[in-house]
Nanobody, 118 residues
Framework: QVQLVESGGGLVQPGGSLRLSCAAS????????MGWYRQAPGKQRELVAA???????NYADSVKGRFTISRDNTKNTVYLQMNSLKPEDTGVYYCASDTTGAGKYDYWGQGTQVTVSS
C-alpha cells in the first residue's frame, strides 16, 4: 500500500507560480513512476507530468517549458513547479504512483485545487 498526500494548491493570478508537493508513505520501495494529473471542470483527467525512478521526465505539450517535475528520494516527495500559470491550468491536481511497473497508476492522492484567476 502507498499513501500519497498533496499540498501546495491555491489561488494565483495569471503569470504567477505555485509549487505542488506530494509526500509518499507506505510501500514506497515499490514505486516506479510518479505522475501529476489534473482535472478541469467538465473535462477528463489528463496527465500533466511524470518522472521515473531513474529521473526521466515527460510533460504534456500544454505545460512544456512552464512546469517542472522533480523528486527528492530522501524525503519521499515529488514536486511540481508551475510557472507562468494560465487560467486554463485551473483544476484539481492529483498525484499518482505506479507500483505495477507497467505504466499503470494504481495509487492516487486526494487532490489539491489550483485556481488561476485575476
Amino acid at each position: 500500500q502507498v499513501q500519497l498526500v498533496e499540498s501546495g494548491g491555491g489561488l494565483v493570478q495569471p503569470g504567477g507560480s505555485l509549487r505542488l508537493s506530494c509526500a509518499a508513505s507506505g510501500s514506497i520501495f515499490s514505486i516506479n513512476t510518479m505522475g501529476w494529473y489534473r482535472q478541469a471542470p467538465g473535462k477528463q483527467r489528463e496527465l500533466v507530468a511524470a518522472i521515473t525512478s531513474g529521473g526521466d521526465t515527460n510533460y504534456a505539450d500544454s505545460v512544456k517549458g512552464r512546469f517542472t517535475i522533480s523528486r527528492d528520494n530522501t524525503k519521499n516527495t515529488v514536486y511540481l513547479q508551475m510557472n507562468s500559470l494560465k487560467p486554463e491550468d485551473t483544476g484539481v491536481y492529483y498525484c499518482a504512483s505506479d507500483t505495477t511497473g507497467a505504466g499503470k497508476y494504481d495509487y492516487w492522492g486526494q487532490g489539491t485545487q489550483v485556481t488561476v484567476s485575476s
